[in-house]
Structure formats: C-alpha cells, structure tokens
C-alpha cells in the first residue's frame, strides 16, 4: 500500500497519466519546477501563491490544489493550458 503523501496548505499536487511538461512560477515570478514528468507519477510543488502555471498535454494532467481538484482550461490546439491560482 503506497501512503498519501501529505499535502500542505499551499502546495501544488500533479498526477499524471501520460508524459507531461509542467512550469509553475511563484508569485515573484521565479520558476518553482520545470520539468517533462512520466506517465503514472506524481509530483508535489511547493511555493507562494498566487502561481502561474503552464502545463503541455494537459488532458492527461490531474491538478489539486488546496484539497480540490482543479479544471485545467484547454486554451491552445495543442493541449497547452495556462492558468493562475490564487
């Protein structure tokens, strides 16, 4: 049996179903994680809201955020969402 991994108050969890590129930017606009993550991992990103985030193949990227889940917009024909959170 695998634990959930604890969450804190302000982190990021992604979940991934197929390879996926994520960038997430702090609120001083540092880039927190870059990175091409694998299908079937996770990842945990912690930092200081309000973040931006620009996440490649999201159809196949689960996105929680203060215990939610959170709806990633399909703003581009090539599966690109972009998106803010407070």
Known sequence: AVD???VL???LKFS???PAW???RDRDGRIIFSRLSQAGSQQIVEG???Y???VGNATYVTLE???NAVKLPNRSK???SRLSLE
């Open 48 to 50: 200081q809201p309000p």
């Open 16 to 18: 991934f179903a197929k």
């Open 52 to 54: 931006s985030l620009i």
């Open 78 to 80: 090539d599966d690109v």
């Open 9 to 11: 108050g302000n982190a």
């Open 4 to 6: 959930p991994v604890p």
């Open 22 to 24: 994520v960038e997430v």
């Open 65 to 67: 955020y203060k215990g």
